[in-house]
């Protein structure tokens, strides 16, 4: 596979086209509308004629992207009365989200959908992963409205992660000031374990639930092997054995564990970097950068993807697009070591007028 047409193809989800865009109060869908983006509180499209339009996200009751229909999915089953599964599949759909837009979308529902159901602490961790990556002041007129009430501790703990994630990414005063109330009345919940709610963020039971044991204190839970196996294959790595490293990453991705998907991806491109495969390590990569943008892998993938890519293609703008991307990641992450490489070979591209770093 060559990777060249890859990179484009990923690094190009800044808009999509939506099958419907539903405006509150309204039945039919407006005609014809593509989506631009979602941020800073806002969704902003072009209608049928070509006119670009925007509305606040309050405004708005539902949005269909054709990239993206595990979001119709989720919202049929949340139609059909299935809450459970209706959220399980938001969770999905935010998870394999393929841009900015249908993330922020997907996790302004699971706020929407979370307080319907009076489960605050979830409703405020989906509002701060929202604020982490777009700190814009509009995105609080979507602020929970339950009582806090009664919270499981994983629910309220993963809460608490998130608030304070948020807290480091914004400088505006109204969003810090409201993140700071909504730490205070997470700090004051009450906890206990609530059958059947959706708390704590474990991507393999929201993947595999039928796999996770429904109480832990029935069932004997079995020995985690996800981070002894990449222990090992990271071992593999440091010692220079790039090819029963390759061949370990091969195995565990057929195991299906998603748990580690995103660090068994950037440790495949580092054992393809290492028997000289560049380009399939520059797709191993840059999937672990943009289908996992959270993972702490995400921004040292990138920049890895960038360098290979500036080395193997030093007249093409990839490795541009791919170290903007890691800045952004790393800005976000507070990773400061791929921040200051990202800008020296950015500074450095813009200087030779090219895209090599």
């Not at 700190?135 to 809460?159: F, K, N, Q």
């Not at 505006?172 to 000031?177: E, F, I, N, S």
Request: include cysteine; glycine fraction near 8%.
């Amino acid at each position: 596979m060559k990777v060249r047409w890859l990179i484009p193809l990923l690094l190009s989800g800044s808009s999509a086209i939506a099958d419907a865009v539903h405006v509150v109060g309204t039945a039919a869908p407006l005609p014809g509308s593509t989506i631009v983006s979602v941020e800073g509180g806002r969704v902003v499209y072009t209608d049928l004629t070509g006119k670009r339009r925007q509305r606040g996200i309050e405004e708005i009751q539902s949005l269909s992207f054709d990239r993206h229909s595990a979001i119709d999915l989720a919202e049929a089953r949340l139609a059909a009365g299935n809450a459970e599964d209706g959220v399980r599949l938001l969770l999905i759909a935010m998870l394999d989200a393929p841009d900015d837009s249908t993330r922020r979308w997907t996790l302004r529902r699971l706020v929407q959908v979370h307080d319907g159901r009076g489960e605050y602490p979830q409703a405020v961790a989906h509002l701060a992963r929202l604020l982490a990556d777009d700190s814009h002041p509009a995105w609080l007129r979507i602020l929970p409205v339950t009582a806090p009430g009664v919270s499981t501790p994983a629910a309220a703990a993963e809460a608490l992660r998130e608030v304070r994630r948020a807290r480091t990414q914004s400088g505006d005063g109204d969003v810090l000031a409201a993140i700071r109330k909504l730490e205070a009345s997470l700090l004051e919940l009450d906890r206990e374990e609530i059958p059947g709610s959706v708390s704590g963020f474990d991507v393999e039971a929201i993947r595999n639930p039928d796999a996770v044991p429904a109480s832990p204190s029935a069932v004997p839970s079995a020995p985690d092997r996800s981070a002894s196996d990449s222990n090992d294959i990271n071992r593999l790595l440091a010692a220079g054995d790039y090819e029963a490293a390759l061949e370990a990453c091969s195995r565990a991705a057929e195991a299906g564990d998603r748990r580690s998907m995103a660090r068994l991806l950037w440790q495949t491109g580092e054992a393809n970097r290492g028997l000289g495969l560049d380009e399939e390590a520059i797709i191993a990569y840059t999937r672990s950068g943009l289908l996992f943008p959270d993972a702490a892998t995400a921004a040292p993938s990138l920049a890895g993807a960038a360098a290979l890519a500036a080395k193997i293609w030093p007249e093409r703008p990839d490795s541009v697009h791919l170290w903007e991307e890691a800045l952004r990641i790393a800005r976000r992450a507070g990773d400061g070591e791929v921040e200051a490489r990202a800008r020296a070979a950015l500074k450095d591209s813009n200087d030779q007028g090219g895209s090599r770093p």
